[in-house]
Each structure stands twice: as structure tokens, then as C-alpha cells.
């Protein structure tokens, strides 16, 4: 099994509080920034380049990538606390952007719109990509 593989994805546990116990953060960040270039999970195009995100331990809600259309009442939150900071948005290959919600705008992929993967803070212009969110390749 690939280390890509052994990535506990935000889907499958509850809380990132307990992901992130379990993930060794030298597979994935070497000198203080993404390891490995970083890829939609879903469809696998290719995101950021390696080294180009600075890691970054941060906990905040994003919506959960998978979410109930039956429900009604808001949209069901996951804690991350792993991410990579994007400070300029044109380093990305690929990354799409949803309108501004509350100060945010959340990140997608650009080819299938697999997310959130990740926030934009309008205010400081940087972007954050949840460690748990792609694939590691």
C-alpha cells in the first residue's frame, strides 16, 4: 500500500482531531512544506507541485465533502488541523474557487469540483489546502 494510500481521508473519521494522531508528518512535509505534489483524490489532476505549500498546523472547520442533500439545516462540518498554506493563488495548477461566504471562499478541484479540499481567506489572500483533503502522489 502506497503512502498516498495510508492518508486517513477526512471522509472516513468524524473529527480530523483524531487523523491527525495518526499520520506521520515526515511522509508528507519535508523542510516545512508539502513532501509530494498534491492531486484531486477524486479524479486525479494535479493541484500543487511539491514544495510549493508550507505546512501549516491550523484547526478549522470545512464542510464535509460529502454531505446529506436531504438535509435542510446547514451543512455538516469536519474539524482539519493539517493543512498547506498557498500564499500567491496563481502557484496552483489547478484549483477552483466557490463565491465568498462569510469571508471565505472554499477551494475546489478545477477539473471536477471535488471539495472543499480547502479555504481562501479573502482578508490576508492566502490559501489553505487540507492535508487530508488530496493525494499525496
Avoid: W
Wanted: aromatic share 10%; hydrophobic share 35%; with cysteine.
Amino acid at each position: 500500500m502506497s503512502e498516498a494510500e495510508n492518508l486517513p481521508t477526512s471522509a472516513a473519521v468524524a473529527e480530523d482531531a483524531v487523523v491527525s494522531a495518526e499520520i506521520n508528518l515526515e511522509d508528507f512535509v519535508d523542510d516545512g512544506k508539502n513532501k509530494k505534489t498534491l492531486a484531486c483524490k477524486y479524479c486525479g489532476c494535479k493541484i500543487l507541485e511539491n514544495g510549493c505549500g508550507k505546512y501549516v498546523h491550523l484547526e478549522r472547520s470545512l464542510p464535509a465533502e460529502l454531505q446529506d442533500k436531504r438535509k435542510t439545516d446547514g451543512y455538516v462540518h469536519e474539524k482539519l488541523v493539517h493543512y498547506f498554506i498557498v500564499e500567491n493563488m496563481y502557484t496552483f495548477d489547478n484549483i477552483g474557487f466557490t463565491h465568498t461566504i462569510d469571508e471565505t471562499k472554499y477551494l475546489s478541484c478545477a477539473d471536477c469540483d471535488a471539495g472543499p479540499i480547502g479555504y481562501f481567506d479573502v482578508e490576508s489572500k492566502h490559501s489553505y489546502v487540507g492535508m487530508t483533503r488530496v493525494k499525496h502522489i
